[in-house]
């Protein structure tokens, strides 16, 4: 069974840092482009990280450039994404998503196949 099971979100006050972890079972992490979006509250979900499996680069979104940063844990199929430098603009529900293509990832919803529960972060003092 193809699952993605997200932890690590909550509560945390502007400046501050969360990780998020994206666990993967039913397949390898590194077979797939990830991708992290998040969705506000009436706002439309939007794609903030990617990395490929083409070349393994990660792609990141003007508005979290330089702050938030991924990594992959291949031994434990799991994927993080490091949230530094949080801003009240931040909070959203955020998600990870795996892509079963050769190619180059993307901020497109409708092309990933795997999807995570999704895990709620609030900044706010």
């Known amino acids: 069974q193809v699952q993605l099971v997200e932890s690590g979100g909550g509560l945390v006050r502007p400046g501050g840092s969360l990780r998020l972890s994206c666990a993967a079972s039913?397949?390898?992490?590194?077979?797939?482009?990830i991708g992290w979006f998040r969705q506000a509250p009436g706002k439309e979900r939007e794609g903030i990280l990617c990395?490929?499996?083409?070349?393994?680069?990660?792609y990141y979104a003007d508005s979290v450039k330089g702050r938030f940063t991924m990594s992959r844990d291949n031994a434990k199929n799991t994927v993080y994404l490091q949230m530094n430098s949080l801003k009240p603009e931040d909070t959203a529900v955020y998600y990870c998503?795996?892509?079963?293509?050769?190619?180059?990832?993307?901020?497109?919803?409708?092309?990933?196949?795997?999807w995570g529960q999704g895990t709620q972060v609030t900044v706010s003092s």
């Open positions: 039913g397949f390898t992490v590194d077979d797939y482009a």
């Open positions: 990395i490929s499996r083409k070349n393994g680069r990660p």
């Open positions: 998503a795996a892509e079963n293509t050769p190619y180059y990832c993307s901020y497109y919803v409708s092309r990933y196949d795997y």
